[in-house]
């Protein structure tokens, strides 16, 4: 049986990846603020998982909690990071763009260094960011939130890179890049080529197994990544 870890587990994408995780004969141990939906989602799968209720704002009890799951698990083949928070913020509004940084920037770095340092002690193991299709360009009503899916996409690809230094070669990074999902985190009203949860955790499950180095989810957004790859600014301003 192998050992993973999941960041965000309470709803979404987090909690429906720890399913398939388990169905794929995973121990998983899961972590997220809302301890009852953690406890909710144990009583499903009591002897495949650990629960440890933590915010990835809270950095030193990120840390914390890690090492109390590696010194349980012994081992870790997998840590998925799935911890994210955003609104439709065109106001500006600071607390909520500090908010957005605090969770999706300070507290993702924590964990994937974690991660990185662990794998790399290890030798072995795959570390997989859920991102953003929104990690490509700056939008205008949610400044914050694109721009931290863009930093996350830059970090993962330096620790890519810094598998190299890993003698063993047995060090994966996955950018997991995800178009409009049904969940909470859908920022507006009338989203373009909305995807089920069902369907994006299955697709997102096939990019793990193939370990691959990035994935548009659904297989779709990779048409329209391109497309915003390509646009020039003043494009995106006239239209967005």
Same mark, same amino acid.
């Given at each position: ?22 169905? $794929? %004969? ?10 009852? &939906?953690?406890?909710?989602?144990? &009583? ?9 209720? $933590?915010?990835?704002?809270? @950095?030193? *009890? ?16 997998? /840590? /998925? ?7 439709? $913020? ?7 763009? %500090?908010?957005?940084?605090?969770? %999706? ?6 964990? =994937? ?7 790399? !002690? ?16 700056? %939008? ?10 863009? =930093?996350?996409?830059?970090?993962? *690809?330096?620790? =890519? ?7 063993? !070669? !047995? ?9 409009? /999902? ?21 697709? @997102? ?13 659904? !297989? ?21």
């Amino acid at each position: 049986m192998k050992n993973a870890i999941v960041f965000g587990a309470t709803s979404g994408i987090g909690k429906e990846l720890t399913k398939i995780l388990i169905q $794929n %004969n995973y121990k998983v141990a899961i972590i997220g603020r809302r301890l009852e &939906k953690l406890e909710a989602l144990k &009583k499903e799968y009591p002897e495949h998982i650990l629960i440890k209720q $933590n915010d990835i704002q809270q @950095i030193d *009890e990120v840390e914390k909690v890690f090492h109390e799951i590696v010194s349980e698990m012994k081992t870790i083949d997998l /840590v /998925v990071q799935s911890s994210g928070i955003g609104f439709v $913020n065109a106001d500006l509004d600071f607390d909520k763009e %500090n908010e957005t940084i605090q969770t %999706n920037v300070v507290g993702v770095t924590k964990l =994937y260094d974690l991660a990185f340092h662990l794998f790399k !002690k290890q030798q072995f193991g795959h570390l997989v960011g859920i991102s953003s299709i929104a990690s490509l360009r700056g %939008n205008k009503d949610a400044p914050s939130y694109f721009a931290s899916k863009a =930093y996350q996409k830059s970090y993962l *690809e330096g620790l =890519y890179i810094k598998t190299k230094t890993i003698a063993s !070669k !047995k060090v994966f990074v996955t950018d997991i890049r995800p178009g409009f /999902v049904d969940t909470a985190m859908a920022l507006g009203a009338d989203v373009f080529w909305m995807v089920s949860l069902e369907k994006a955790v299955k697709q @997102i499950y096939t990019a793990i197994k193939k370990k691959k180095r990035k994935a548009y989810i659904s !297989k779709r957004w990779t048409l329209i990544a391109w497309v915003f790859k390509l646009a020039p600014s003043w494009l995106l301003k006239k239209v967005m």
